[in-house]
């Protein structure tokens, strides 16, 4: 085999991780792919998490072991996370987002793919020792950043519709208690989506009462599956009647005073 130069190898190496988000490498694979020993991969990697720490890109992980190897996990710096957040909502504060009811219009937000993959590798960062083995999301508005988020973690999408599907076979289907409204409302979820005993983190966009996140939760049980925590764009503040508790929100919408917004970064962050 032609020897590779080292310069060839990271970039290579980076390519190859940053495009399978958490998905574990074992060494052994890249010995075979660049024909290289493992102690020359081994400075390979030293080299590429110096370079991603040093400009914030991610972070590798080295796992030890028979079955170890390295994964890249999309992550962002606190002061990096809060900076882009602030910015986002000084563009939310316009007073003719304010819709009735106490909604916030986001669905321009929510189309623009950059913005939703930095809250989604935001979220991620928060989970990745949860372990969960899917997001899931009530159709439709929570699809791009739970899509987002799921990618960040190299694992499924999977999303609770309003109806079952014809094309999606047998489905388990609930009726729960819309928090906002008090609506009966039904979701429905094909029975090949998931696997019993699997663990589960829920993204969504929106955040008041939680009728639909406990909707979901409560669909979850219905499968025996772990809920790993609750992750929203956005949620109001103060909010009395919440049916869910330990939730992450990446913003957080005071109760408009005189028509004017205040949102800002969650206090997590």
Not at 121 to 140: C, H, K, N, R, S
Not at 196 to 216: P, W, Y
Request: neutral net charge; hydrophobic residues 45%; aromatic residues 6%.
């Amino acid at each position: 085999m032609e020897r590779i130069k080292r310069n060839d190898r990271l970039a290579a190496l980076s390519k190859l991780l940053s495009a399978s988000p958490n998905k574990l490498f074992t060494l052994s694979r890249f010995c075979d792919l660049f024909g290289a020993a493992k102690s020359t991969l081994s400075e390979d990697i030293d080299i590429l998490c110096d370079v991603y720490k040093r400009f914030g890109l991610g972070k590798l992980d080295t796992v030890t072991g028979a079955s170890g190897g390295v994964r890249y996990r999309p992550c962002m710096e606190r002061g990096e996370a809060v900076a882009f957040l602030q910015e986002l909502c000084k563009e939310l504060e316009t007073p003719n987002r304010l819709l009735p009811g106490g909604f916030l219009y986001l669905s321009d937000i929510l189309s623009m793919p950059d913005i939703v993959r930095q809250m989604g590798v935001i979220i991620a960062g928060q989970f990745y020792d949860e372990a969960p083995d899917f997001v899931l999301t009530m159709e439709t508005k929570g699809i791009p950043v739970a899509l987002m988020t799921a990618q960040s973690m190299g694992v499924p999408l999977v999303i609770a519709r309003r109806s079952s599907k014809v094309y999606e076979g047998s489905a388990v289907n609930i009726n729960y208690v819309s928090g906002s409204a008090g609506h009966i409302e039904t979701m429905s979820l094909s029975r090949r989506a998931v696997k019993e005993g699997q663990r589960c983190l829920i993204v969504d966009d929106f955040l008041k009462a939680g009728g639909t996140a406990k909707g979901m939760i409560d669909l979850m049980s219905e499968f025996n599956v772990e809920v790993v925590g609750t992750a929203f764009v956005m949620a109001t503040a103060h909010n009395a009647n919440r049916v869910i508790h330990g939730e992450k929100a990446l913003m957080i919408m005071e109760e408009p005073a005189g028509g004017k917004l205040n949102i800002h970064p969650a206090d997590w962050l």
